[in-house]
């Protein structure tokens, strides 16, 4: 399928326009050239070359972009739609701008199709496993062996595990080059405590007292 048929998985974003977003702008970000979600012969063009005002959008018809939902700084909603008069409109498709990357909504039909091909995935699955347990036998007929395929499992799982290789030398001397370079710009605060004072012996001054009084006996 071609890109511009299936436009819900791809997206579309400008750098340098990133850091100034905001409600008054976001219209011409969206509104850029390289911007594949973007129809330049919708009317908006029309009223951005002529240098119109943009409510007069309200009074044109055909296809249109409008800013639907904010949610400063990170969120905008856009809405393509098709003005048949100043009071109706057909919406068409949604798109959402996070962070200034620009996304496609997908329809309720996209996300059911999506839900339904996953369920019949993992229902498949389970009719693929459950059909390894049965085993038959002209004598016995049909009946379920799990220890056989339990066994098997657990000799692919132990195979798998051997299989894996452990990190090589320049994997570890890299990790701790990168530790150390983390260490070097924020080291470790070491909290400095002061020195605990101990308290002084009175005793020098004791013995003088004692001295003065054995001569004043004497």
Not at 87 to 95: G, I, K, M, N
Not at 128 to 136: A, D, G, L
Request: overall charge positive.
């Amino acid at each position: 399928m071609d890109i511009k048929d299936n436009t819900l998985g791809i997206s579309w974003h400008d750098s340098a326009c990133i850091p100034s977003l905001n409600p008054a702008n976001i219209m011409d970000y969206f509104s850029e050239k390289s911007n594949p979600f973007y129809d330049r012969t919708c009317n908006n063009e029309i009223v951005k070359m002529q240098r119109l005002n943009p409510e007069q959008l309200n009074n044109m018809t055909g296809l249109e972009y409008i800013l639907l939902h904010c949610q400063e700084p990170i969120l905008y909603v856009v809405r393509k739609q098709h003005r048949h008069s100043s009071s109706q409109v057909t919406p068409l498709a949604d798109y959402y701008i996070i962070a200034g990357v620009v996304y496609q909504a997908p329809d309720i039909g996209s996300v059911i199709n999506s839900r339904i091909l996953s369920a019949v995935h993992h229902i498949q699955g389970a009719f693929e496993k459950t059909q390894s347990y049965s085993r038959y036998q002209p004598s016995k007929g049909y009946w379920w062996d799990f220890k056989e395929q339990e066994s098997a499992d657990t000799k692919k799982k132990s195979k798998d595990k051997s299989k894996e290789e452990p990190s090589s030398v320049f994997q570890r001397q890299r990790v701790d080059v990168l530790l150390a370079e983390l260490v070097k710009r924020y080291p470790p605060k070491i909290v400095s405590t002061a020195p605990v004072q101990q308290p002084t012996s009175d005793k020098p001054h004791d013995q003088q007292i004692g001295r003065a009084s054995c001569r004043e006996r004497v």
